[in-house]
């Protein structure tokens, strides 16, 4: 039974608490739309999710059912339930306004970095420098040369990761607002978000 739901509009953020075994089902709604994911120990919020860690520790750039999700104190704070892509992003910082204007010359855009700091007020948690997000969905291909290209996520409509807290978190998720390429293949749409148990 679906505790709770949201359904993220297009551009926007979600911010919401996520207590020890509770398991979040993040659905990608029509497809090819990257969800920005960043959580923080509730009891300690300078203890946050580390993409880089993960990495570290996996020793590798996928999940899988059963991996651990670590923070950036080496801690587990989630782990993987399901996952029906298998390609997400863990080196790409979250989009902000700065990058639109040195990328595509645009003032003002809409950004995860300011819809994950949002989120994030109600928990009185201030805005930090940067975000260190997991990027559900965004499908980042390394070439042997080094170049990195981004392209459209293999995500279909109705595809999901879910995890499970292992302690209490705060989570932000940022339905990623870039149409500018084929990050989130040239159009944004709806995320939803439900809290499973
Ligand atoms: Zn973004």
Not at 36 to 41: C, H, K, L, V
Not at 53 to 81: C, E, Q
Not at 147 to 165: H, N, T
Request: charged share 20%.
């Amino acid at each position: 039974m679906i505790k709770q739901k949201w359904r993220i509009p297009p551009t926007q953020g979600l911010g919401f608490k996520l207590g020890k075994g509770q398991v979040v089902r993040i659905t990608d709604v029509e497809g090819e739309q990257i969800a920005d994911f960043i959580a923080f120990r509730a009891d300690d919020t300078s203890v946050r999710l580390d993409p880089g860690v993960t990495m570290d520790v996996l020793r590798a750039m996928k999940i899988k059912p059963g991996d651990l999700l670590y923070s950036n104190t080496y801690s587990p704070l989630l782990s993987v339930v399901a996952d029906t892509v298998g390609q997400h992003d863990f080196i790409n910082s979250p989009c902000r306004s700065e990058m639109y204007e040195l990328l595509y010359d645009k003032q003002s855009h809409a950004s995860c970095y300011y819809n994950l700091n949002q989120a994030l007020a109600q928990f009185s948690i201030p805005a930090p420098d940067q975000h260190y997000s997991l990027n559900f969905f965004m499908n980042t291909v390394i070439l042997p040369s080094g170049q990195i290209r981004i392209e459209r996520p293999l995500s279909k409509p109705g595809d999901y990761v879910e995890l499970r807290a292992e302690t209490d978190l705060f989570v932000a998720v940022s339905a990623c607002p870039c149409s500018e390429s084929a990050c989130n293949g040239y159009v944004c749409t709806p995320i939803d978000v439900e809290i499973m148990n």
